[in-house]
């Protein structure tokens, strides 16, 4: 019961923070990827299974939320999910250097997927804005304090050790 | 990679479960049921965006609990405010002076018109496209114009592109897969075409290159078809120049109405309004 709600709590709450972010900083050059940064963690700190999992659920949720194509992000959080779960035993998810290329390298991904998904079922091409190439930047710059906020909320509910 | 093999087998059967819905979500994107679906997963996310909308469109939230005071008498002179209390006078003022134009010019020319708040937006279209609180229960339909009013300035914002039970998407003049047929007011007095440029300002295309277009000449929809209505102000020319071929002249315009401010807008609804 304490691992859905933990589960439940942290989808929720980092959609919402997701949320918040884009009403002040979107549009704007300086808007960050909280959910794409949050996947990678529960990607490199829980697996293959877990990664894509969370990833799915958010991506999903976002694409609702949002304007793109509904699945659109699913496909490529989960994506980025899966990935970050294969290399969970190969990486040290606590180095900030680490966080920050794998998260600028997964981002970068995320951009590419996106132009390509929306290239074969979108009705028109997005347009190439200098935000969205910096996005990647911001991500890779922001992570290292989102893994320490993630990995405090896990020691919160006392989660992590037991691999959920 | 030394993960177990029945972890990686689980772990990739997952990821092709996830991988075939978001496919089939992608693929029958404008069936019913996955618009259904993105109404049901957007009830998630539905809070947040109107607090959110609310909390920068009252004011009041601003307003410090202690100054409440149960009659006008009781209010203190504007000098004599904390400026807290003062900034958010002014910001009730200038809603209130909005609301009371969109009503006014809802009575007089849009009686049919459904207000809407926007409710979402997304970073990555942020000139393209914003989300707002009708839809089909409430009678939108696609392609319905959507309008504001913005200093007692009513201008053109977009047209509903998808509608979905509860809210729908609007596109946004400023996309560059817009275009809308436009009149220029004014000695020039010819029609055109107006586009978006994913950026704040638009282009009028296809003038005349004998055309007595002016820098300050007002731009209209021009109300061929049978969705927009016509005399919206869209904006006004800011430059004029030769199009790349040099056939035609365009013209570079100032949008009337800010697409960054947009809170509350009128939907109108083609055949009614």
């Known amino acids: ?164 | 990679m030394d993960l177990d093999n029945q972890e990686r087998q689980q772990a990739g059967s997952l990821f092709a479960i996830f991988a075939f819905i978001s496919f089939l979500l992608l693929i029958f994107h404008k069936q019913a049921w996955v618009v259904d679906l993105r109404s049901v997963l957007q009830w998630t996310t539905g809070p947040t965006h109107r607090f959110l909308s609310d909390w920068r469109a009252d004011p009041s939230q601003a307003l410090p609990s202690g100054s409440a005071s149960p009659g006008l008498s009781a209010q203190p002179p504007l000098w004599a405010m904390a400026p807290e209390s003062l900034r958010a006078v002014q910001l009730l003022r200038a809603d209130n002076q909005r609301l009371r134009d969109m009503s006014a010019l809802k009575e007089s020319r849009w009686p049919s018109a459904i207000a809407a708040r926007v409710i979402g937006r997304d970073p990555q279209h942020w000139f393209q496209e914003i989300v707002i609180d009708k839809g089909r229960f409430h009678g939108v339909v696609p392609e319905s114009s959507v309008i504001v009013v913005d200093n007692g300035h009513e201008g053109m914002v977009g047209r509903v592109i998808d509608v979905m039970d509860t809210t729908s998407k609007v596109l946004l003049i400023q996309d560059s897969l817009s275009s809308i047929a436009a009149h220029l007011q004014g000695s020039a007095n010819e029609d055109g075409v107006v586009e978006g440029t994913n950026g704040h300002d638009l282009i009028l295309k296809y003038l005349d290159r004998s055309s007595v277009v002016r820098v300050g000449d007002i731009v209209v929809t021009a109300g061929l078809g049978n969705h927009i209505p016509a005399e919206i102000p869209i904006g006004w020319v800011e430059d004029i120049s030769l199009d790349p071929r040099q056939l035609f002249l365009q013209a570079r315009l100032h949008a009337i109405i800010s697409t960054n401010r947009l809170r509350i807008v009128l939907v109108l609804i083609p055949g009614t309004s």
């Open chain 1, 1 to 164: 019961m304490k691992y859905l709600l933990f589960y439940a709590v942290t989808l929720l709450g980092g959609l919402w923070l997701q949320v918040i972010q884009n009403h002040f900083l979107g549009g704007s050059l300086f808007s960050v990827q909280l959910l794409v940064i949050a996947t990678i963690y529960w990607g490199l700190t829980r697996g293959p299974i877990s990664g894509p999992l969370m990833g799915f659920l958010w991506g999903l949720l976002t694409d609702a939320a949002s304007l793109g194509l509904l699945g659109e992000r699913a496909l490529l959080y989960s994506a980025v999910g899966y990935i970050a779960g294969f290399f969970r035993r190969q990486l040290d998810d606590t180095k900030p250097w680490t966080q920050g290329v794998f998260t600028l390298i997964s981002s970068l991904g995320v951009l590419l997927g996106e132009l390509l998904v929306e290239h074969f079922f979108a009705n028109g091409q997005r347009p190439i804005l200098l935000s969205m190439w910096l996005q990647p930047l911001w991500n890779a710059l922001a992570a290292p304090l989102l893994f320490l906020v993630l990995r405090s909320w896990d020691m919160v509910w006392d989660v992590r050790e037991r691999g959920y």
